[in-house]
C-alpha cells in the first residue's frame, strides 16, 4: 500500500502562488508515476499533470496549464505541485495520486490505484 498526504492549499487571491505537497509512504518502490488531479464542486475530477517516478518524464493534460509545475524529490517521498498566476477558475480540491502501473499516457485517474485526502485550494478577490 502507498499512503499519500496532501499540504499546502489555502485560500489565496488571483495572481498568487501556492505549492502544494504530497508526502508517499509505504511501498513506494512500487510506483510508476505520480500526479496531481483537482475536482471542482458540481464538476468531474480532472487531471493536471504528472511526473514518472523512475525517470524525469512529464506528462501533460490536454488543458496544460503552463502556470503549473510539477517536481519530485525521490529521496524525500515527496511530489510538489507549484501553481503560479492563479485564477479563480483554479479553485478546487487537490489531489495527489500513484500509480503502480505501466502505461502510455497518465491523463485518465483509472491507472491511478493511490490517492490521498485532498488539499483545498480556494482563490478568490
Known amino acids: 500500500q502507498v499512503h499519500l498526504v496532501e499540504s499546502g492549499g489555502g485560500v489565496v487571491q488571483p495572481g498568487d502562488s501556492l505549492r502544494l505537497s504530497c508526502a508517499a509512504s509505504g511501498r513506494t518502490y512500487s510506483v510508476r508515476v505520480m500526479g496531481w488531479f483537482r475536482q471542482a464542486p458540481g464538476k468531474e475530477r480532472e487531471f493536471v499533470t504528472a511526473i514518472s517516478w523512475i525517470d524525469d518524464k512529464v506528462y501533460t493534460g490536454d488543458n496544460q496549464k503552463d502556470r503549473f509545475i510539477i517536481s519530485k524529490d525521490n529521496a524525500k517521498n515527496m511530489l510538489y505541485l507549484q501553481m503560479n498566476d492563479l485564477h479563480v477558475e483554479d479553485t478546487a480540491a487537490y489531489y495527489c495520486?500513484?500509480?503502480?502501473?505501466?502505461?502510455?499516457?497518465?491523463?485518465?485517474?483509472?491507472?491511478?490505484?493511490?490517492w490521498g485526502q485532498g488539499t483545498q485550494v480556494t482563490v478568490s478577490s
Open positions: 495520486a500513484a500509480s503502480t502501473y505501466w502505461a502510455e499516457t497518465y491523463s485518465d485517474d483509472i491507472l491511478y490505484d493511490h
